[in-house]
């Protein structure tokens, strides 16, 4: 007898002579370790083609991935290459050189190259004084006022559906405006006139539009307006000029109703034939009124005590 193994299992060599022939058989010796080598071949399979799917898939996102962030890419440069730098831009003229230096040092110019579509009223250098001497806090709200948050160019001002528009500006995406600080009031007041002023209530039209600068159409829009606009309130300054007229005023009209009650004090004759003074009229004709009011309600209540005994007295008399 020999032993040895064949393929996946355990199989016996016999060998049977004397009869002048010799006959070879193959038997399982342990038929469970052939089945269970066929499943975990089998398994082997199955798991080799998982990991061929996930690494497939794996390049899938790693390809989608890199275009993804090629097209980013793309976007980004795209923008860079539409973004205006207002600086930049200004620095070709003259004659807004002071506006553009305000703007730079505010940091107030880094916010406006930012923005894809946006109108930028402009100052000359002989119309900005009323900017000298404020904070650089201020002057950066202030000249926040100055940037809408639209496109506009002189032929779109002048011809305003309504002849009037209220306009949003940087300033109120601020998030520090109060009230309409961040709004301005565009009229076209007559042909080819227009006039920008802040929208907060009481403020004027103190501004005219006077020519454009620069355009890129659509996106920048550089125009140039005849003097600041100043919101009321929109700095410390502002706010306390616009707030002390009222107080000095109050009290010069204050003394003036006081005088006139005392002239007419002496005279109490006049006082019930004027009922119209709320003021120390009533408090001294009380006293004088109060005598014959009490003696009619005695009468009344005599009157009344009077009616009621003799209707007691009746009824008695009735049962």
Request: aromatic share 6%; net charge neutral.
């Amino acid at each position: 007898m020999q032993t040895f193994f064949e393929g996946y299992g355990l199989v016996t060599k016999l060998q049977i002579s004397g009869c002048g022939s010799t006959d070879v058989g193959y038997m399982s010796m342990n038929p469970g370790v052939e089945e269970k080598s066929l499943l975990e071949v089998d398994r082997e399979k199955e798991l080799l083609r998982e990991n061929s799917d996930l690494q497939w898939r794996l390049a899938c996102a790693q390809d989608k991935l890199q275009k993804y962030k090629t097209e980013n890419a793309f976007f980004l440069l795209f923008c860079e290459a539409n973004a205006t730098n207002i600086t930049k831009l200004l620095n070709q003229y003259p004659d807004f050189s002071s506006f553009n230096d305000y703007l730079t040092k505010t940091g107030l110019a880094t916010d406006i190259s930012s923005r894809q579509t946006i109108t930028v009223l402009v100052v000359d250098n002989g119309n900005i004084s009323l900017l000298s001497g404020k904070s650089d806090a201020a002057i950066k709200k202030i000249l926040s006022v100055h940037v809408i948050l639209d496109y506009y160019d002189v032929k779109k001002f002048e011809n305003l559906p309504n002849k009037t528009a209220l306009v949003t500006t940087l300033y109120q995406s601020s998030g520090q405006a109060t009230g309409q600080q961040g709004f301005l009031n565009v009229t076209d007041v007559s042909s080819g006139s227009v006039a920008i002023g802040s929208a907060e209530k009481g403020a004027s039209l103190g501004a005219n539009l006077v020519k454009s600068i620069a355009s890129q159409p659509y996106n920048v829009s550089v125009l140039q307006i005849s003097t600041v606009i100043i919101p009321l309130g929109i700095d410390n300054t502002t706010s306390k000029n616009s707030t002390s007229p009222s107080p000095a005023s109050s009290p010069k009209k204050s003394p003036s109703p006081k005088k006139s009650p005392p002239s007419d004090s002496p005279s109490p004759s006049k006082s019930p034939g004027s009922p119209p003074v709320p003021s120390d009229a009533p408090v001294a004709d009380s006293p004088a009124h109060d005598s014959p009011s009490e003696g009619t309600t005695l009468q009344l209540s005599l009157f009344v005590m009077f009616i009621i005994v003799s209707s007691t007295l009746w009824l008695i008399s009735t049962i």
